[in-house]
């Protein structure tokens, strides 16, 4: 494919702007640049272009993307229609607070209904995405055990399976990280963890459904060991698709949450963000949400307000108000009903799937959550096929590839796929990717090197990563 | 009542079996009952017409603007149709992070396009695929100039202030300090930073400096001066840049800085409530800034046949790999924004994007000259060098003029104090919007 840059013609225009009415103001030359580069294109060149590029990537619209952790689920397009209407996407986020009483009036309802859904007193929708979420939520537990002069509470506790956000947010908050292995059974090991707890833990990060796509189901003892330590609980949200409305994570003793409403609640990835990171909270920690909240006065104007003992801003605004907008809108379509019946539907799909590939991939003898890990070590040891063979070989098939690697333990889980259907796929497409996957599975028997070699259909074969990181073109550096 | 499943009641019941368990709620055996869900406080489910119904209606009260006369981070500029049109393709927008590099060349090589319009226009060597927000980006920026023994990050007080507080609330719990240098102590000179009085603040604690351009007040800074006294005194420099003003003002890189960030939300994004916009990064290749930036970055390679392509690159530098030893946490982006960004900047191209720039400054310009024709002045007057934002001094209450200028149907500028007021012109603004607001300023 062609760059945009290669596109490019001298003096070609696209996109033209009102005359200038009034006289031209020239910047002081000492301030000017010399030149600019940037391409030259008609809007035809621009639309063939972008829909080049747009033929080759695939979304959840292109077909199956069982990618786990990352909820791959249906993007309404009635959401999209709704975020883009004037009355939202044209309102500047410094008007005066009378002018946007509808936009504060929708994010106090959406996090009235996401405080009820987790069981949370308190909600911020600032965060722009799971990790930042995370960020934040840390700052309120480092801000709640700082305000009762706990100072020396300076660990958190993360478990081996945690996603990589969980550590690197832990740090990027001031604290010192503790690795806590997982039992046989893939959950918290309890004796490591009454172990690890102290007067230094400040609180324990945990995903429930765990990111092996189970239910933790010591979670009350827990919650009884961290909290009788006086550390807090923080809940990663990012696997909240499979329980919501089922259980909620204020029930089983979490204080911290934060959700993805780029994941459970269905609003697009974009290929990569924009998201949306809510982070909610018991009633202790509310008073040092970020600023500004949004409160409601006596004659039920909503207005902005700054928590008592705020950790202060964490973005420039109030958030990604437009994710949010479409968030809402599945929250409102669903409903209370609506919303159990997804996450009853995810686990369903998840766990027919499971029960269709067990036999051969491995995974955990127990009912599995949205999601399953199977385990591919024993078929790369006996045909030297790995779970990156299987994931490019479907690509070929027209399937998103599962998680690879993802989560790792070193000796214990090293070769996997991790599987998340969604609650919005339908049988028919389930049967194919299973069909898919065990025709792989013989085949890696038959012909490992076809599979090693794959993706074979697609415009580009494997890259060549390790040139890449080698000698970085991190930018065209041709003339246009 | 829509739930966007796509399962027959006879599929479920085929699954059931092939699961054995009788109905879907068995699956969740592992739950302790105690702990499961009474009813929840939700409103049921809707129809589609009913939400579409019920969710104008919040739409409907919140005041749009005719004309929208004030910046201060969020910029009303015009957005050609082709972009809305080509970026809500669903290949874009239901993509995942693309990690499977071969299905996922559209999506990579419009990061790597990005990439090169951010280095373009910054003057630097390498971007990252974009961070949440300009004031997000200013703070990871700070941390990747953070030493041992230089924790010390000085800020003047005419930078966006939202920045200064993220700033502070990302950084303050690593022992690093964020030191305001107020104007009312002579660091602030006719708007712009005071070069000599910066450099005795510098000492050999200070990390680096973080200046914006143009600033706060719109005034465009002596960068270069800033830089070169920066440099010379050991420590490094960040530039927050509103990048619609670098189609015509020198680049970062030109007068000298380290690191370049900025929010690119002017290129195509509404202004949305405050989001999403565009957190961009850009540094050089051969600074150790490089191997701290936070971020996905796409590189160039090739395939096994020699065919170039594009894949995420220099990961070692990420939370999925070093874990509590990345840079930074950052995972999901705000890549949608950044192919919005693109596709506006490859929309306008080299001569609309000039034109764009020239036609804000040139209204700011006339705007502000039309505005003080009363008793209304200047606040900065000994500084004609403001690029599309300015700030007026009056003897009538800020908010009477924002009220006033409501009922023309003008969103005037932002009340920045009781009397003063920071405005900004677009190209979206007529000049018959301004001669209105002239006519209310000349009375004010
Ligand atoms: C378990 C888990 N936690 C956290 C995150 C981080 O979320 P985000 O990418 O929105 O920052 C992810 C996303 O991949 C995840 O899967």
């Not at chain 1, 005359?19 to 031209?24: A, D, G, I, Q």
């Not at chain 1, 550390?231 to 949200?237: C, F, N, V």
């Not at chain 2, 927000?133 to 703070?139: E, P, Q, V, Y």
Request: with cysteine; proline share 5%.
């Amino acid at each position: 494919m062609k760059l945009i840059f290669e596109r490019s013609r001298k003096g070609v225009r696209c996109a033209t702007i009102r005359p200038l009415e009034v006289s031209t103001y020239s910047v002081e030359k000492k301030y000017l640049r010399k030149e600019l580069a940037l391409p030259e294109v008609a809007e035809v060149d621009l639309a063939r272009h972008y829909t080049e590029l747009s033929r080759n990537a695939f979304g959840v619209d292109s077909g199956f993307y069982p990618l786990g952790s990352c909820t791959m689920k249906y993007n309404p397009k009635i959401n999209e229609e709704l975020a883009s209407l004037p009355g939202f996407s044209r309102v500047h986020p410094r008007q005066e607070v009378d002018t946007v009483q509808d936009s504060l009036h929708l994010m106090a309802d959406l996090s009235a209904d996401l405080m009820e859904l987790t069981g949370m007193d308190g909600m911020t929708l600032q965060p722009c995405a799971g990790a930042h979420g995370e960020f934040t939520g840390l700052l309120l537990i480092a801000a709640y055990h700082e305000s009762r002069k706990d100072t020396k509470r300076t660990k958190i506790l993360v478990p081996d399976t945690a996603h990589g956000t969980n550590p690197a947010s832990a740090v990027m908050a001031g604290f010192e990280v503790v690795n806590i292995p997982s039992n046989a059974e893939k959950g918290v090991d309890l004796d490591a963890l009454r172990a690890a707890v102290g007067p230094d833990t400040a609180a324990l990060m945990l995903t429930n459904p765990t990111t092996l796509g189970l239910f933790e189901k010591n979670i009350e003892e827990i919650s009884k060991i961290v909290h009788d330590a006086g550390g807090l609980l923080y809940y990663d949200g990012a696997n909240l698709n499979a329980i919501m409305g089922v259980v909620r994570p204020g029930d089983m003793g979490f204080d911290v949450i934060h959700l993805n409403l780029h994941k459970t609640f269905s609003t697009p990835h974009g290929g990569g963000g924009p998201g949306s990171g809510p982070v909610g909270c018991k009633a202790m920690l509310a008073e040092f949400l970020p600023k500004p909240s949004i409160v409601k006065d006596k004659k039920g104007n909503y207005e902005f307000s700054c928590p008592k003992n705020s950790i202060g801003k964490v973005s420039t605004f109030y958030g990604n108000f437009a994710v949010m907008v479409k968030a809402f809108a599945y929250v409102r379509t669903l409903g209370s009903d609506g919303i159990k019946e997804a996450a009853e539907h995810a686990v369903l799909n998840a766990n027919y799937m499971k029960a269709k590939l067990e036999d051969i991939y491995p995974t955990e003898n127990r009912y599995c959550m949205h999601e399953f890990v199977v385990d591919i070590q024993k078929l790369k040891d006996q045909t030297g096929v790995s779970a990156k063979d299987i994931a490019k070989a479907m690509i070929d098939k027209g399937i998103h590839p599962p998680t690879m690697y993802f989560p790792h333990i070193p000796g214990v889980i090293d070769e996997s796929l991790m599987i998340e259907p969604t609650e919005t796929e339908n049988k028919e497409t389930l049967d194919e990717a299973i069909a898919v996957l065990r025709e792989l599975y013989d085949l890696a028997f038959k012909d490992a090197k076809y599979l090693q070699e794959a993706p074979h259909n697609m415009a580009i074969s494997r890259p060549d990563e390790v040139a890449a990181a080698r000698k970085p073109i991190v930018r065209f550096e041709g003339e246009y | 009542m829509s739930n966007y499943l796509s399962i027959t009641e006879q599929e479920e019941k085929e699954m059931l079996e092939a699961i054995g368990v009788s109905k879907p709620s068995d699956l969740y055996a592992d739950i302790p009952i105690s702990l499961k869900n009474k009813a929840l406080k939700i409103a049921p489910g809707k129809s589609q017409q009913q939400v579409m119904e019920e969710i104008e209606a919040y739409a409907k009260e919140n005041v749009v603007f005719d004309s929208i006369m004030r910046g201060a981070g969020a910029y009303d500029h015009y957005v050609p149709s082709v972009v809305r049109y080509l970026s809500s393709r669903s290949e874009f927008l239901t993509a995942y992070t693309p990690y499977q590099a071969e299905m996922s060349q559209g999506i990579l090589q419009s990061i790597f396009e990005f990439q090169t319009m951010i280095c373009s226009l910054t003057g630097m060597e390498v971007a990252n695929a974009s961070v949440y927000d300009g004031s997000s980006a200013a703070a990871e920026a700070a941390f990747m100039c953070v030493e041992k023994n230089k924790k010390v990050i000085l800020v003047p007080e005419n930078v966006k202030p939202e920045v200064i507080e993220t700033m502070r609330t990302y950084l303050s719990r690593r022992g690093i300090e964020i030191k305001v240098l107020k104007e009312s102590e002579g660091y602030i000179k006719d708007g712009k930073v005071d070069t000599q009085m910066l450099e005795k603040a510098i000492n050999e604690n200070t990390a680096c400096v973080y200046i914006e351009q143009p600033n706060y007040y719109g005034i465009i800074e002596d960068a270069e001066f800033v830089c070169d006294m920066a440099h010379h005194k050991g420590t490094k420099v960040i530039m927050g840049c509103n990048p619609m003003t670098l189609a015509l003002l020198r680049s970062p890189a030109d007068c000298g800085a380290d690191i370049a960030v900025g929010d690119a939300q002017p290129f195509g994004l509404s202004v949305s409530f405050g989001g999403p916009y565009l957190g961009f990064m850009a540094t050089r290749v051969n600074k150790d800034t490089m191997r701290r930036m936070p971020g996905r970055i796409v590189g160039q390679t090739t395939d096994g046949q020699g065919n170039r392509c594009f894949v995420l690159t220099l990961q070692g530098r990420e939370q999925h790999i070093r874990r509590e030893k990345a840079m930074s946490n950052i995972c999901s982006n705000q890549a949608h924004c950044a192919l919005v960004a693109s596709m506006y900047l490859s929309a306008m191209g080299k001569e609309g994007l000039k034109e764009v720039a020239t036609t804000c400054t040139s209204l700011a310009h006339y705007a502000a000259q039309q505005f003080t024709q009363g008793k209304a002045t200047l606040k900065y007057p000994n500084n004609n060098d403001f690029f599309h934002e300015f700030i007026t001094v009056t003897p009538t209450k800020a908010e009477k003029i924002v009220e006033k200028c409501a009922k023309e149907g003008v969103l005037a500028g932002l009340p920045i104090g009781p009397n003063e007021i920071l405005w900004c012109m677009t190209e979206k603004v007529r000049k018959s919007d301004i001669d209105k607001v002239a006519e209310i300023m000349r009375r004010a």
